[in-house]
């Protein structure tokens, strides 16, 4: 009889201590960001400028109880961001078991204008060559480290106006690429890659690998977006624009800038800059194929 009491005492003790913990307050970043495990989400809810917050990072790493879409990003971010071997079906059955709520994801990034205006943010001086020579002169290359993360750094800052959200991109690639897995490996055969998807995604998945047209292509899918890639070879001064137009939408294209290997955003330095359109087209037999037109 004593020792069921005390048995019974101890765990009641153990419960009032898990409840007795004061819940932590919401940041400001995430205080209206919606909650992605939340069937029920309203994706017509005003949001929250998710760039306010400069220190995503810190608060990702050691505050993930505080996300409103927690569980998500914490699986992913745990299978994304490691060094440690993990096969390619345990990533895809990790991502399938998710679907619904990146799904939900995918929903909320689309409705998330882009940035304009190049205000508040550091010139990469180098590009001023590629500004000229594709006649963008209102655009600003907006400078990024070169840490093979640059292309989803220039679409965070695009969009949030922080770089720190490149992770969000590359978990859109790869959700992207599952969800189109057979498309994907036709442009693999097609153009005669060297590897196949299961290494696409074992790269993508890295948090220093730099992105391939691939996943331009996958993220141009993501967010619906016509992807604008301004290239420029300085040497030989000339143009390497390319067109990813794997979407309906032909307005509000997003517009990177490409010098040897690293990609910067272009935002505007006026309060309605426009971009020449990009002719060239590169993947339009696959693009016909995926809109199915």
Same mark, same amino acid.
């Given at each position: ?86 096969? /390619? ?8 078991? +998710?679907?619904? #709520? $990146?799904? =939900?994801?995918?929903?909320?990034? &689309? ?71 057979? /498309? ?8 005669? +890659?060297?590897? #196949? $998807?299961? =290494?696409?995604?074992?790269?993508? &998945? ?88």
């Amino acid at each position: 009889m004593n020792e069921k009491s005390s048995s019974n005492q101890k765990l009641e003790e153990i419960w009032m201590d898990k409840n007795s913990r004061p819940k932590r307050e919401k940041s400001t970043f995430y205080k209206n960001v919606p909650s992605f495990l939340n069937n029920n989400l309203d994706l017509n809810q005003e949001q929250t400028n998710l760039h306010e917050c400069s220190e995503f990072s810190e608060i990702f790493e050691n505050n993930l109880t505080s996300i409103g879409y927690t569980e998500v990003l914490k699986e992913l971010y745990k299978i994304m961001c490691t060094d440690n071997e993990i096969s /390619f079906q345990q990533i895809k059955m990790i991502f399938e078991s +998710y679907k619904i #709520n $990146l799904g =939900k994801f995918r929903e909320f990034i &689309r409705g998330v204008n882009s940035l304009n205006k190049s205000e508040g943010h550091i010139v990469d001086e180098t590009f001023f060559g590629l500004l000229k020579i594709n006649n963008i002169l209102n655009f600003k290359p907006i400078s990024v480290p070169k840490d093979g993360n640059c292309f989803y750094e220039s679409l965070s800052i695009l969009y949030f106006g922080s770089r720190e959200l490149f992770f969000l991109f590359k978990l859109g690639s790869i959700f992207t690429i599952f969800e189109n897995e057979y /498309f994907f490996i036709d442009i693999l055969n097609g153009l005669k +890659y060297e590897f #196949n $998807l299961e =290494k696409l995604i074992q790269r993508t &998945r890295k948090k220093n690998e730099c992105a391939c047209e691939l996943k331009i292509i996958s993220l141009s899918i993501f967010l619906n977006k016509t992807i604008l890639v301004f290239g420029y070879d300085p040497k030989d001064s000339y143009q390497l624009n390319v067109k990813y137009a794997f979407c309906g939408v032909t307005e509000n294209c997003l517009p990177i800038g490409f010098i040897i290997n690293h990609f910067v955003p272009l935002l505007s330095n006026v309060d309605d800059g426009v971009l020449p359109d990009i002719q060239i087209d590169l993947y339009s037999e696959y693009r016909k194929k995926f809109l199915k037109i």
